[in-house]
Nanobody, 126 residues
Framework: QVELVESGGGLVQAGGSLRLSCAAS????????MGWFHQAPGKEREFVAA????????YYADSVKGRFTISRDNAENTVVLQMNSLKPEDTAVYYCAAGPAGPLNLRTWPSRYEYWGQGTQVTVSS
């Protein structure tokens, strides 16, 4: 069992930055692939980024490549999403998720993850 709590969302102007954090409970954090998803009103939940158990591999949605960076600290049981050059279309609720290990390019569907946080709102104004 893993409990996930996101923080760091807020309101920012286009071109600005935000740093989202996800704190995980439980002793098995390092055994999970971690991912970030976002969901805008009226839309499906979409993949943003994923990171392998050790943190040595990452995978990003095309829409955020070069702007967002995912990282993790297994000693602190945290995963971070650094978001730079934010755009109004990045506005959404952002969720972190934990799932079993596997190829990161196959971890882009929400159904591949077992545990979810409650989400944190990110709003980017134009």
């Amino acid at each position: 069992q893993v409990e996930l709590v996101e923080s760091g969302g807020g309101l920012v102007q286009a071109g600005g930055s935000l740093r989202l954090s996800c704190a995980a409970s439980g002793r098995t954090f390092s055994s999970y692939t971690m991912g970030w998803f976002h969901q805008a009103p009226g839309k499906e939940r979409e993949f943003v980024a994923a990171i392998s158990r050790s943190g040595d591999s990452t995978y990003y949605a095309d829409s955020v490549k070069g702007r967002f960076t995912i990282s993790r600290d297994n000693a602190e049981n945290t995963v971070v999403l650094q978001m730079n050059s934010l755009k109004p279309e990045d506005t959404a609720v952002y969720y972190c998720a934990a799932g079993p290990a596997g190829p990161l390019n196959l971890r882009t569907w929400p159904s591949r993850y077992e545990y979810w946080g409650q989400g944190t709102q990110v709003t980017v104004s134009s």
